[in-house]
């Protein structure tokens, strides 16, 4: 049995790790999520792809309630998400991030970045947390920057310590909202092979991005939104030879043909 096969069969085996369900969020007048449901299993890799504004990046966001929501409910292993307060902090801490942009502290070192939220909020040791840290510098391929602060690295390398740190918490999920789009095209690879390696581990992730290499060879699934609602949703394969949407067709007419 291959490896992949192997790693679809324990999803489809697992319980659920988040549960959308009809879930919606407003901005003003805009209805930027319209009743969305979805549901993603430990170990499985989601990539959420569409037009600007499709309301991706606020679906991410909402996960770890970055974004509250206006109806609906979110639940992560089984339990609802907290509005706030100390809940919310541990919630957080089960639900790692990578933004866009970095979000570093410019006057910690990387080493420090990526020790913070083990000894702020897990109450790590800090011996250990040292030790993690290094550990997790080293397998994101920056184990040399430890003592670097972050604008002394390249953006390739400032977003890898902005993986391993969200991985220092131990996250049951990880979310990423387009973690490329803001990295020289050099630079891109560099963490997409990270993410890849994280997928090939197991890690549950969900992952907001414009890079469709990504999408087909680390997805088990392919959710496509667009105006606000998921238009459809598919394993890669499917979803990129046989779009079922005129808004999919169209979109990947767009991206793919240039």
Same mark, same amino acid.
């Not at 879930?23 to 319209?34: E, P």
């Not at 307060?85 to 801490?93: D, I, N, Q």
């Given at each position: 049995?291959?490896?992949?096969?192997?790693?679809?069969?324990?999803?489809?085996?697992?319980?659920?790790?988040?549960?959308?369900?009809?879930?919606?969020?407003?901005?003003?007048?805009?209805?930027?999520?319209?009743?969305?449901?979805?549901?993603?299993?430990?170990?499985?890799?989601?990539?959420?792809?569409?037009?600007?504004?499709?309301? $991706?990046?606020?679906?991410?966001?909402?996960?770890?309630?970055?974004?509250?929501?206006?109806?609906?409910?979110?639940?992560?292993? =089984?339990? /609802?998400? /907290?509005?706030?307060?100390?809940?919310?902090?541990?919630?957080?801490?089960?639900? =790692?991030?990578?933004?866009?942009?970095?979000?570093?502290?410019?006057?910690?070192?990387?080493?420090?970045?990526?020790?913070?939220?083990?000894?702020?909020?897990?109450?790590?040791?800090?011996?250990?947390?040292?030790?993690?840290?290094?550990?997790?510098?080293?397998?994101?391929?920056?184990?040399?920057?430890?003592? $670097?602060? /972050?604008?002394?690295?390249?953006?390739?390398?400032?977003?890898?310590?902005?993986?391993?740190?969200?991985?220092?918490?131990?996250?049951?999920?990880?979310?990423?909202?387009?973690?490329?789009?803001?990295?020289? /095209?050099?630079?891109?690879?560099?963490?997409?092979?990270?993410?890849?390696?994280?997928?090939?581990?197991?890690?549950?992730m969900v992952v907001v991005t414009h890079e469709m290499g990504f999408a087909r060879s680390a997805a088990n699934r392919v959710v496509f939104m667009a105006d606000g609602r998921i238009v459809e949703e598919a394993v890669p394969d499917q979803f990129f030879s046989n779009p079922r949407s005129d808004r999919a067709k169209d979109f990947l007419s767009k991206i793919l043909h240039h």
């Amino acid at each position: 049995m291959t490896e992949v096969s192997v790693a679809k069969d324990v999803v489809a085996g697992t319980s659920d790790l988040v549960v959308l369900k009809s879930v919606n969020k407003h901005f003003g007048a805009l209805h930027v999520l319209q009743d969305i449901d979805l549901t993603i299993a430990k170990g499985e890799v989601v990539v959420v792809i569409g037009p600007s504004g499709s309301g $991706k990046s606020t679906l991410c966001r909402t996960i770890n309630r970055l974004e509250g929501v206006d109806s609906g409910e979110i639940l992560i292993d =089984g339990r /609802p998400l /907290p509005a706030e307060g100390k809940e919310l902090a541990r919630l957080r801490a089960d639900v =790692g991030m990578v933004f866009q942009s970095f979000n570093l502290f410019a006057h910690k070192t990387v080493l420090e970045n990526v020790m913070l939220g083990q000894l702020k909020v897990r109450k790590t040791d800090k011996q250990k947390a040292e030790e993690k840290a290094r550990a997790l510098l080293d397998r994101v391929g920056v184990g040399t920057q430890a003592d $670097k602060y /972050p604008a002394q690295l390249s953006g390739g390398q400032q977003q890898r310590v902005a993986i391993a740190r969200a991985l220092a918490m131990d996250p049951k999920v990880m979310l990423f909202d387009e973690p490329t789009s803001a990295l020289d /095209p050099e630079m891109i690879n560099e963490v997409l092979e990270v993410m890849q390696q994280l997928a090939r581990d197991g890690m549950t992730m969900v992952v907001v991005t414009h890079e469709m290499g990504f999408a087909r060879s680390a997805a088990n699934r392919v959710v496509f939104m667009a105006d606000g609602r998921i238009v459809e949703e598919a394993v890669p394969d499917q979803f990129f030879s046989n779009p079922r949407s005129d808004r999919a067709k169209d979109f990947l007419s767009k991206i793919l043909h240039h």
